[in-house]
């Protein structure tokens, strides 16, 4: 069956970097878009970024261009969020996403169970 698993979250401080990374099994990767979301405490899980199969320009949500960039390696079946200029506002739990290409969470099936990452001000 479809397994993804995130890692990589932690506590930093505003202004450091990250890197998420998400590791794929059970599905042909190589021809699936991947996609990150976030989820804050008591709002809405939200779209971050995404890796489409066949390349071309990654999609950003508006509140993280410029500072989070998105990549994959297929050889490794991994998808990956690098972050910088970490915000406090970036504070959430960080999930990866199998299927369309940057989406409404409802249209998705394939989900990791997330890592928590946390921005101190």
């Known amino acids: 069956q479809v397994q993804l698993v995130e890692s990589g979250g932690g506590l930093m401080q505003a202004g450091g970097s990250l890197r998420l990374s998400c590791a794929a099994s059970?599905?042909?990767?190589?021809?699936?878009?991947m996609n990150w979301f976030r989820q804050a405490p008591g709002k809405e899980r939200e779209f971050v970024a995404a890796s489409s199969w066949f390349g071309g320009r990654a999609p950003y949500a508006d509140s993280v261009k410029g500072r989070f960039t998105c990549s994959r390696d297929n050889a490794k079946n991994t998808v990956y969020l690098q972050m910088s200029s970490l915000k406090p506002e970036d504070t959430a739990v960080y999930y990866c996403?199998?299927?369309?290409?940057?989406?409404?969470?409802?249209?998705?099936?394939?989900w990791g169970q997330g890592t928590q990452v946390t921005v101190s001000s």
């Open positions: 059970g599905l042909t990767f190589s021809r699936v878009h």
């Open positions: 996403a199998a299927g369309v290409l940057a989406g409404a969470p409802s249209e998705y099936d394939y």
